[in-house]
């Protein structure tokens, strides 16, 4: 049974194309971080 891995922090991820957020966030996810996703620099300040 696969384990899901151990939250190694947190990684702020900026782009104003959802898409490419979702693709970051998911293989930052399959390596144990949690990706909080912005789509621009005012939403990420």
Known sequence: MDKAPANKGE???VDDQG???DLVGNILAKHGYLARPASSGAQAL
């Open 19 to 21: 898409p490419l957020l």
């Open 11 to 13: 990684i702020l991820v």
